[in-house]
Nanobody, 123 residues
Framework: QVQLVESGGGLVQTGDSLRLSCAASGRTLNNYAMGWFRQAPGKEREFVARISRSGGSTSYADSVKGRFTISRDNAKNTVYLQMYSLKPEDTAVYYC????????????????WGRGTQVTVSS
């Protein structure tokens, strides 16, 4: 139905910024709400941010609110996660997900997933 590929991860220092991208193929992204999740080694998948189909509504985890911004460009079939003021606690593999009608923070409600991009924040 849809294939998602994340990019933009890398190694940065505390306080740096990074922008992640999620490029989709298959069905156009305007069919889906989009979410970003992250997972550190040995930990469960954690909700980061969600954006509605049109981009008119966004939600964020408390841990990233005010630092991260999710956006989408449906014409380009791409969703973004702009990250500011990165902290070592943000180190994780970041995953892009798509869902037809998900509860925003519940990863089980999303239907499609990318393979992830690594973000490492050094102190």
């Amino acid at each position: 139905q849809v294939q998602l590929v994340e990019s933009g991860g890398g190694l940065v220092q505390t306080g740096d910024s990074l922008r992640l991208s999620c490029a989709a193929s298959g069905r156009t992204l305007n069919n889906y709400a989009m979410g970003w999740f992250r997972q550190a080694p040995g930990k469960e998948r954690e909700f980061v941010a969600r954006i509605s189909r049109s981009g008119g509504s966004t939600s964020y985890a408390d841990s990233v609110k005010g630092r991260f911004t999710i956006s989408r460009d449906n014409a380009k079939n791409t969703v973004y996660l702009q990250m500011y003021s990165l902290k070592p606690e943000d180190t994780a593999v970041y995953y892009c997900a798509a869902g037809s009608s998900p509860y925003y923070s519940d990863y089980t409600q999303y239907d499609y997933w990318g393979r992830g991009t690594q973000v490492t924040v050094s102190s």
